[in-house]
């Protein structure tokens, strides 16, 4: 009789310590302590998602900076087409006269209108920068009203992070602000005036 109870005593004692890692496992850490877990924890964190691209591309502002930076360079372009016509005018005058003019008489109209073709390459450079510094500065506004709205529905809606859409592999619909931006940016700032590039 003794001898079952001690078997029985060893049975329960046994099957009590094999039972204490599970419990241990299904338990949570106290407090203050850590414990590891192979379960994702769900952590919400307000964010939005914003198509920058689009953002550039659809905005009204930006079509109307485009459509005055095509017109300046659509009259640059005519003005540069006249003076390249008059180049090769000079130029075919240059050729019939060879024949009838000193070596060194031809020797010096040649390098006045080497002048003159430096002259007009000059002017095409120019005429690019003074179109791209008047569309940096157009944009430049474009970007101010831009971020302006982006700041101030971030701090509307609490949101910790916004970021490019094109920087992330996933994100739901209901993230994505694009429109929402693109709507106010269109209301606030419809149209940009261009300043007359080279004024």
């Keep these: 009789m003794t001898h079952l109870f001690k078997l029985l005593f060893a049975a329960l004692i046994g099957i009590s310590v094999l039972s204490q890692p599970v419990l241990a496992q299904e338990t949570p850490p106290a407090k203050g302590k850590t414990g590891v877990k192979n379960k994702i924890v769900p952590v919400r964190i307000p964010l939005g998602v914003l198509d920058v691209q689009a953002i550039l591309r659809e905005a009204a502002a930006v079509k109307d900076i485009r459509g005055q930076i095509t017109k300046y360079g659509t009259d640059f372009e005519k003005e540069i087409e006249k003076?390249?016509?008059?180049?090769?005018?000079?130029?075919?005058?240059?050729?019939?006269?060879?024949?009838?003019?000193?070596?060194?008489?031809?020797?010096?109209?040649r390098r006045e209108f080497e002048q003159q073709v430096v002259k007009v390459q000059r002017l095409v450079q120019k005429r690019q920068r003074e179109l791209d510094k008047s569309r940096k500065i157009a944009m430049d506004t474009v970007n101010k009203a831009y971020i302006e709205i982006v700041a101030k529905l971030a701090d509307e809606r609490n949101?910790?992070?916004?970021?490019?859409?094109?920087?992330?592999?996933?994100?739901?619909?209901?993230?994505?602000?694009?429109?929402?931006?693109?709507?106010?940016?269109?209301?606030?700032?419809?149209k940009v005036k261009i300043a007359q590039p080279g004024k």
């Excluded at 130029?91 to 024949?99: D, G, I, K, V």
């Excluded at 920087?167 to 106010?184: E, F, N, P, R, W």
């Design 83 to 109: 003076k390249r016509g008059d180049l090769r005018k000079a130029n075919q005058e240059l050729a019939r006269q060879r024949t009838i003019l000193s070596p060194e008489t031809f020797a010096e109209k």
């Design 159 to 190: 949101l910790a992070m916004i970021i490019r859409k094109n920087q992330t592999a996933y994100s739901v619909g209901t993230l994505d602000l694009t429109k929402t931006v693109l709507d106010l940016l269109n209301n606030k700032l419809p």
